[in-house]
């Protein structure tokens, strides 16, 4: 049942606790007559806080240039990071074979220590992802997802704090709890955005004893990926069974679900060089992504055991990190729920 309250005067906030003008974000004035709590769940990486970012942009403010500022910091250390990375196991199996230009660049970028972006680390990383010898080695390794799209605008980001889509685009894992809150039409929604990752999942259960809609973001294109927690275990089959544990768990029966097949910008480009069927042999479409979609689409269907008639579960493919597409599904997401209100009510 969704309860009925007074407003929730409560300062809310977004993820990212190192950042202080974040945790002074605004508060809403707007009265409420009623909350509704909802809960983002989902695996690690899965874009819970993106979507959290977005509501902010939405129904909040924008980011301020402190906050531009520290999100440059981010986004330079996690390309830095994942470069270094892919740069270690690269130069062991090339390390007799690299040209004196690619061996210059590679060691500037394996000795730079800091997170400041300057135009020598920039070239450095452009030279190489120019070089076969290192793109050919990327297309068999396991990236950020926004690897690529950082790849093309790091040059920008020389020049420019970084904009909206940037920011969206970063990654920083969530370590605790945070939530972000916003009146429309007389109903206070709260979104509770948790960690995602096994080890704090344990922390779940208790928050989702208080909230009145699962959220569950599942990636579309973590088919060929593996967890960063567990190098053994497949991230689509480590999503499905939390999905399906979450789904027919009794204890959450009453809640209504939200799940959003998220990534759906990103899946095209993955299938251009990934076959789904080398994860998952029992698929037998095309490797395109309509039917890749409806066979994910139909595992999460089949995951979820408990009939339409006890709980609702409503679908949407998502890219989080458009701002557009997020408002609209949220609208969606508003009159699911205000429906869903009525029905436990017994109005409908
Ligand atoms: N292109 C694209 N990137 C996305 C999308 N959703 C999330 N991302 C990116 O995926 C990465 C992980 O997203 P997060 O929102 O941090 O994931 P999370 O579920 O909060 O992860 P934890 O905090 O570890 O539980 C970030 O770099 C996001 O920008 C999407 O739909 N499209
Ligand atoms: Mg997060």
Redesign the pocket.
Known sequence: MLKRCCVNMKKTHLEEPLLPAMLDSQVSTQKANAVIKLMLT?A????????LKQLRLIYDSSFSESERAYYLSVITGNMLKQIQLLLKQFTQIHLDSLEENLDHAVNIILTYKHTLLTKELVDCITFLHSQDLFTNYLKTQQT???YT?FIQNLPRLLEQLPNNKDI???????HIETQFSYTSDNVRYVFH?V???RDARYAWSSRLQEVDCIVF?ASLIEFDQFLVEDKTKNRMEESLQIYSDLVNSPVYLRLPVILCL?????LNLKLQFKSFKDFFPDFTGQNSPAEVKQYITNLYLKANRIGEKIRSVQIFE????DTELIGTVCKTVMKFLAQEQMKSIGFM
């Open positions: 989902g690690g990486e899965s874009g819970k806080s993106t979507w950020l997802d926004n799209y969206l685009c970063a990654r920083v894992k969530t955005d960690a995602g990752q973001f998220n990534k759906i910008d990103l998502t890219d989080a990190t």
